[in-house]
């Protein structure tokens, strides 16, 4: 059963949230289709209870109440677990072992892992650590932080190869960074396991920085040989959990 009044209550914030500067009571009713009479009367209650502010020039807007909510709504949302369902289907679709990692300093640790059972088994685990520089995972945070973020991170690390092909020149890896940028996604091929390619895109929260990043992984020659399908399924993917945790473009 739906309840009318909230569901207008609803609306209401929905609509001002399109309008940063704010809309008079006549422009919201004649927007939602709504009589004005009945739209002053709701919005009188939310403004009277803070949920929304007024302009000098009679416009309302979102209020205070919304941000203190908004946040306390922010701290109970477990992005882990609230991923896992879109992160499994994911793996069910491109039918390789998928990963989720948080960024710990210099660090990527594993937070999500859904292995597929054809897939090539990696010595990854939840809550293992690895480096930033050499893993698709990390290599997402490089790219998607703020500049400054991703500079102070590059000064305090030495690039130590993992394996032959690991990049280890500092000028290489920020080329590389900078293609993935205009990419949307970051890659990386046997720098850290032989034998694997890891494919990773970033996950993005309600204030537009990156929270997450999720990483398919697999075998070199079949990742590259579906790689278009999984690079599609892997955006689709992160704009889903970063749509679920707030985000918008």
Same mark, same amino acid.
Do not use: W
């Given at each position: 059963?739906t309840v009318k009044s909230a569901l207008r209550v609803l609306q209401?914030?929905?609509?001002?949230?399109? +309008?940063? /500067?704010?809309?008079?009571?006549?422009e919201m009713s004649d927007k939602l289709g709504w009589p004005q009479?009945?739209?002053?009367?709701?919005?009188?209650?939310?403004?009277?209870?803070?949920?929304?502010?007024?302009?000098?020039?009679?416009?309302?807007?979102?209020?205070? &109440?919304?941000?203190?909510?908004?946040?306390?709504?922010?701290?109970?949302?477990?992005?882990? $677990?609230?991923?896992?369902?879109?992160?499994?289907?994911?793996?069910?679709?491109?039918?390789?072992?998928?990963?989720?990692?948080?960024?710990?300093? /210099?660090?990527?640790?594993?937070?999500?892992?859904?292995e597929f059972e054809r897939s090539i088994r990696t010595s990854a +685990?939840?809550?293992?650590?690895?480096?930033? +520089?050499?893993?698709?995972?990390?290599?997402?945070?490089?790219?998607?932080?703020?500049?400054?973020?991703?500079?102070?991170?590059?000064?305090?690390?030495?690039?130590?190869?993992?394996?032959?092909?690991?990049?280890?020149?500092?000028?290489?890896?920020?080329?590389?960074?900078?293609?993935?940028?205009?990419?949307?996604? $970051?890659?990386?091929?046997?720098?850290?396991?032989?034998?694997?390619?890891?494919?990773?895109?970033?996950?993005?929260?309600?204030?537009?920085?990156?929270?997450?990043?999720?990483?398919?992984?697999?075998?070199?020659?079949?990742?590259?040989?579906?790689?278009?399908?999984?690079?599609? &399924?892997?955006?689709?993917?992160?704009?889903?959990?970063?749509?679920?945790?707030?985000?918008?473009?």
């Open positions: 059963m209401i914030f929905e609509l001002l949230a399109q +309008y940063p /500067d704010g809309l008079t009571v006549k009479s009945s739209t002053f009367n709701l919005i009188q209650t939310l403004y009277n209870q803070s949920y929304l502010s007024q302009s000098a020039s009679k416009k309302y807007k979102l209020g205070a &109440n919304l941000i203190q909510l908004g946040s306390k709504a922010l701290d109970s949302f477990d992005f882990v $677990t609230e991923s896992q369902p879109y992160l499994q289907e994911l793996m069910n679709t491109v039918e390789e072992t998928v990963f989720m990692a948080v960024l710990s300093e /210099d660090k990527v640790v594993y937070v999500n892992k859904f +685990y939840i809550g293992m650590q690895r480096p930033v +520089y050499c893993t698709g995972l990390g290599k997402a945070f490089l790219t998607f932080l703020p500049f400054r973020e991703r500079e102070e991170i590059l000064s305090k690390i030495e690039l130590k190869a993992i394996t032959p092909k690991t990049i280890t020149d500092r000028q290489a890896l920020e080329l590389q960074l900078s293609e993935f940028f205009e990419l949307g996604y $970051t890659f990386e091929e046997e720098e850290n396991e032989e034998g694997l390619l890891c494919i990773a895109a970033p996950v993005y929260d309600v204030s537009k920085r990156i929270k997450a990043a999720v990483s398919v992984a697999g075998p070199k020659e079949r990742m590259l040989m579906h790689k278009d399908r999984i690079v599609s &399924n892997l955006l689709v993917t992160t704009e889903r959990i970063s749509a679920r945790m707030g985000y918008s473009k």
